[in-house]
């Protein structure tokens, strides 16, 4: 996927980026390309690819979830900050929020927030399972986002706490999600959530299945989740 395939394909999909947009992903690019030769951000880092497969597939939560209001979002293990810088990009009044267990990486999310001029971003170098327990943040997003970080009876323990009542978490997944989604049930009933939607896609140019998992948060999450970290993963509810 160019450039211009990128553009084009937003568009179809009623996303408008201006020019400034797109050289705020350009720069997004080089500084991912730049930053990986020293640590082990992404596998990919062919231009094309980079776009679609990163960049694209981020925007994807966009085609079915409303990003147009200025909402309060928490990503979850974003790594090289997908999806929610890409989304941040297109939708800048967005407030983003990016947990991530490794510093390195917390590191350079903040140098490329500042270089692409990205305001109303903060960074937290934190595991989900310490940081979905301190109350200026437990149950206080509108949305809580994560993609390809854990199987989803594990990642709802580590991002429900994190969403407020009556807010959602997006699961963002690859082939296999129905599977993941039918092993996870019961942890989301347990935490508060329940499935609203999973949305169904290809990437373009046959990249792969994707699914768009939305769960409502209906009621509070019991104070003793999230369990200490490691735990979820060691002994997932199930």
């Known amino acids: 996927m160019d450039t211009v395939q990128f553009q084009q394909m937003l568009e179809e999909k009623g996303i408008s ?13 080089q500084l991912l390309v ?9 596998a990919i ?31 979850v293990g974003a790594g090289a900050g997908f999806p929610s810088i890409p ?68 990642l709802s323990e580590l991002c429900l706490p994190l969403v407020k009542v009556g807010g959602q978490f997006i699961a963002m997944k690859g082939a296999s999600a129905s599977e993941e989604l039918q092993l996870g049930k019961k942890a989301l009933s347990v935490l508060g959530g329940t499935v609203l939607d999973m949305h169904s896609f290809d990437l373009p140019f046959d990249s792969g299945e994707r699914n768009i998992i939305v769960v409502q948060k209906e009621k509070p999450t019991p104070k003793k989740y999230p369990r200490k970290p490691g735990t979820p993963n060691k002994s997932p509810i199930e």
């Open 17 to 29: 980026l201006s020019s400034h947009q797109l050289n705020q992903f350009e720069r997004y690019y």
């Open 34 to 42: 730049e930053w990986n030769e020293k640590m082990n951000l992404t």
């Open 45 to 75: 880092t062919e231009k094309n690819e980079v776009y679609l497969k990163h960049f694209y597939d981020s925007v994807s939560a966009a085609f079915y979830v409303d990003f147009t209001e200025p909402l309060t979002i928490c990503d």
């Open 87 to 154: 989304l941040k990009i297109c939708f800048p009044h967005l407030n983003v929020t990016i947990v991530d267990s490794l510093n390195k990486r917390i590191t350079f999310l903040q140098h490329l927030a500042n270089e692409l001029g990205l305001e109303g971003t903060s960074f937290y170098h934190d595991r989900a399972e310490t940081f979905g327990k301190k109350p200026e943040h437990r149950e206080s997003y509108d949305l809580v986002i994560a993609r390809a970080v854990a199987r989803m009876s594990v």
